[in-house]
């Protein structure tokens, strides 16, 4: 369950990040780099903060 609210808000962000970049600034576009990065790190270390958040919250 966890993995899937992970891939929902990754894919929401980033999402929102380029809808905000086309109608509100450019600068919006660094929200969805920071996500994809994240991701990549994730994927490297094992370590996600948000499953960290999720963990604390107690869903499992």
Sequence with gaps: M???IIRAVA???VLTSILLAIF??????GLAGFVG???LQS???KFCPLDF???KAGVE
């Excluded at 509100?24 to 576009?29: A, F, G, M, P």
Aim: glycine content about 4%; hydrophobic content about 50%.
């Design 11 to 13: 894919g929401t962000l």
């Design 43 to 45: 994927s490297l270390t």
């Design 53 to 55: 958040f999720l963990e």
């Design 2 to 4: 966890k993995e899937r």
């Design 37 to 39: 990065l994240n991701l």
């Design 24 to 29: 509100v600034n450019i600068y919006w576009l």
